[in-house]
């Protein structure tokens, strides 16, 4: 016997609830008045935020007597039309993680209390292998207000599931669930691997205590969300100009990042700040991005916990292994946008002031796995906020403040041929959003040479450094 993976739907593979799009396509059809029900809206709310509750699901059970004469093939009409809807709602982790699923042979089904002439549909939409749901009884072709079978829902929906899992041959012991709600205890303590999905608080504290792993199908794996919203949202709505008297940013072309989709965004490299900037930039645009950065970075105490929460993507330097962009290309598969520094590291000595660009293949690499646009990021001025030399950035210059140039570009004409090719388009487009003076070679002084190395280094700063990318 074989493990399967079991979803639950609301809260899990959607973020919220899917009643709002039922009602509404069920007063499509007709079976519904077209008009809202006193509170209906904070009802729904209500769930979004807290899951379900003992008053809410003995309302779903009153359901089917509520529904006694419907039409039978009007309630599946209004599935197949929520579903157009919904299937564009499921986040795109969750889709990732089924087709992961998939891809080692489970088995994935939908386990959920809603009516099964409803979400079959959407089940269907999402390649689901099957779908264990509250079925409603009938006769000629009408709904006669009772349930047939179990009533899906916390022991019901196990005894369900372990119904489902007899006849066809799966060992639900050996298998994954995945749900929101404290009521699907008995299911997800059934299985070998329970994981609690945007958990209600009772949840949380028992996935805690039994250390279950807690996740969001919306945000990659390991970002927390506080009250719905993950970490990085929330600086974004501190992101404002007001907020950093100790630098001026001049930012232009955030209309040329995708609102939505995957995307790679590449910038070249000069200071720390660098990340912080196209964050910013990224914060006028409104959506999130997902960083590769060293693992340095993610080793640090506080700041590592500080970049994972942030969705940030670990790169061990040197050590040849994929999974870096096997995580940046998952994320790019769940529709997000990945940013990455193709210089790899800041260039240092004479090198930071080369006007040739040099570059690793790791964008050309990611964009021809993906084939998610490339789009280029110019960064200028970085430096006079954070120089290299120093271990902070400079707040105190509030009545001085440098200002850091951002140049958004269109995406990156690539061929996909050669990624040494496209590394090299990449860098030619990052040195066209530059300023003239930044194509233009001229001669350090030793104060700007000294400021372009590490705070740590000890040797001449008048010295010719290694001028390859990625070396510190």
């Known amino acids: 016997m074989e493990p399967a993976a079991f979803f639950d739907l609301d809260r899990t593979l ?5 009643g709002p799009m039922f009602s509404t396509m069920l007063k499509r059809v007709g079976l519904l008045p ?4 006193p509170g209906e809206g904070l009802v729904f709310k209500f769930f979004d935020v807290v899951g379900e509750t003992l008053p809410s699901m003995f309302f779903t059970r009153q359901m089917a007597r509520a529904a006694s004469g419907w039409d039978r093939s009007l309630v599946q009409e ?4 929520a579903a157009d809807r919904l ?3 499921v986040p795109g982790f969750a889709k990732a993680l089924i087709a992961r ?10 386990a959920t209390t809603s009516p099964y002439d409803l979400v079959h549909p959407l089940a269907e939409a999402l390649g689901l292998d099957d779908v264990i749901a509250t079925r409603y009884g009938e006769a000629s072709g009408r709904y006669d207000g009772t349930i047939d079978g179990f009533f899906v829902w916390g022991p019901g929906k196990l005894a369900a599931v372990r119904a489902w899992a007899g006849d066809h041959g799966v060992d639900v ?5 995945y749900s929101d709600s404290i009521y699907d205890l008995p299911l997800l303590s059934a299985v070998k691997f329970p994981t609690a999905v945007n958990p209600d608080p009772r949840l949380r504290v028992v996935a805690a205590l039994r250390r279950w792993p807690s996740q969001f199908l919306d945000v990659p794996e390991g970002v927390p969300k506080f009250a719905g919203i993950e970490p990085q949202r929330a600086l974004q709505m501190l992101a404002r100009p007001g907020l950093f008297p ?13 609102k939505h989709g995957p995307v790679i965004l590449v910038g070249n490299h000069r200071s720390y700040f660098d990340p912080l900037a196209i964050g910013f930039t990224l914060a006028k645009a409104g959506r999130p991005v997902r960083f590769l950065g060293k693992k340095e970075v993610f080793d640090a105490p506080v700041v590592g916990q500080i970049t994972a929460a942030l969705g940030g993507i670990r790169v061990e330097r040197g050590s040849g292994s994929d999974e870096p962009l096997a995580a940046a290309a998952d994320a790019l598969a769940a529709g997000e946008a990945v940013a990455l520094m193709p210089q790899g590291t800041i260039p240092r000595g004479r090198a930071f002031f080369d006007p040739e660009l040099k570059g690793r293949w790791g964008a050309a690499k990611l964009a021809a796995m993906t084939k998610a646009p490339v789009v280029p990021i110019g960064l200028w001025g970085t430096e006079q906020v954070w120089p290299r030399n120093a271990r902070t950035p400079n707040v105190m ?3 001085h403040p440098p200002t850091v140039r951002i140049r958004v570009g269109a995406p990156v004409d690539l061929k996909y041929r050669s990624t040494d090719a496209d590394t090299k388009r990449i860098m030619a487009a990052l040195v066209d959003l530059l300023p003239e003076e930044a194509r233009v070679h001229r001669e350090p002084t030793p104060e700007e040479l000294a400021r372009s190395l590490p705070a740590s280094y000890k040797g001449d700063p008048d010295a010719e450094v290694d001028r390859r990318p990625g070396r510190d």
């Open 246 to 258: 100790w630098v001026r940013f001049d930012i232009d072309g955030t209309d040329l990042i995708p």
């Open 78 to 81: 209004a599935g197949r039309l």
């Open 397 to 399: 210059a509030v009545g």
């Open 87 to 89: 299937v564009d709602e």
């Open 14 to 18: 959607l973020t919220g609830a899917s």
């Open 34 to 37: 077209d008009r809202s029900i």
């Open 101 to 110: 699923h998939h891809g080692e042979g489970r088995r994935v089904v939908m």
């Open 173 to 177: 012991a050996r298998s994954y669930a």
